[in-house]
């Protein structure tokens, strides 16, 4: 299984975005389910538009199965802002840190973000230890 951020999904369903054949390349090599969840996904919609072609074309793809979704229940709400404000450095926002909670949780360290420098710094936590996540889509 491998998360998936905000940023392919817009280049994914933007054909005019500059990363949108790179992006398309990869996702068509991914033999695994993908994923993301809600707060990525409210970004994407906000980059995307839903009423754009992009945006009805995400919505198909969802509910035909080709992206799940992962829920944060309130004690991932809460995981999410600890993460907040460990990485406020960055500073990592809300959806950055739902991906890293739902790694934590499906026990999962792939992503693909467009997003490297961010991604690149933050860690799941397994047990007392912290791993980096594996990131697709670096340039």
Same mark, same amino acid.
């Given at each position: 299984?491998?998360?998936?951020?905000?940023?392919?999904? /817009?280049?994914?369903?933007?054909?005019?975005?500059?990363?949108?054949?790179?992006?398309?390349?990869?996702?068509?090599?991914?033999?695994?389910?993908?994923?993301?969840?809600?707060?990525?996904?409210? @970004?994407?919609?906000?980059?995307?538009?839903?009423? %754009?072609?992009?945006?009805?074309?995400?919505?198909?793809?969802?509910?035909?199965?080709?992206?799940?979704?992962?829920?944060?229940?309130?004690?991932?709400?809460?995981?999410?802002? @600890?993460?907040?404000?460990?990485?406020?450095?960055?500073?990592?926002?809300?959806?950055?840190? %739902?991906? /890293?909670?739902?790694?934590? %949780?499906?026990?999962?360290?792939?992503?693909?973000?467009?997003?490297?420098?961010?991604?690149?710094?933050?860690?799941?936590?397994?047990?007392?230890?912290?791993?980096?996540?594996?990131?697709?889509? @670096?340039?």
């Amino acid at each position: 299984m491998i998360l998936v951020d905000a940023g392919p999904l /817009v280049a994914l369903f933007d054909p005019a975005d500059a990363d949108h054949k790179r992006c398309a390349e990869l996702l068509r090599s991914i033999d695994e389910p993908i994923v993301t969840t809600v707060p990525a996904l409210t @970004e994407t919609f906000h980059l995307l538009a839903p009423d %754009s072609t992009g945006g009805q074309a995400l919505m198909d793809f969802i509910v035909e199965g080709g992206l799940g979704i992962d829920f944060l229940d309130d004690q991932g709400v809460g995981r999410a802002f @600890e993460l907040m404000l460990r990485y406020r450095d960055r500073p990592m926002d809300f959806a950055d840190a %739902s991906l /890293v909670v739902a790694a934590e %949780s499906l026990r999962i360290r792939k992503v693909f973000t467009l997003d490297r420098g961010d991604f690149a710094s933050y860690r799941v936590k397994r047990g007392h230890r912290h791993y980096p996540l594996e990131i697709l889509g @670096e340039r």
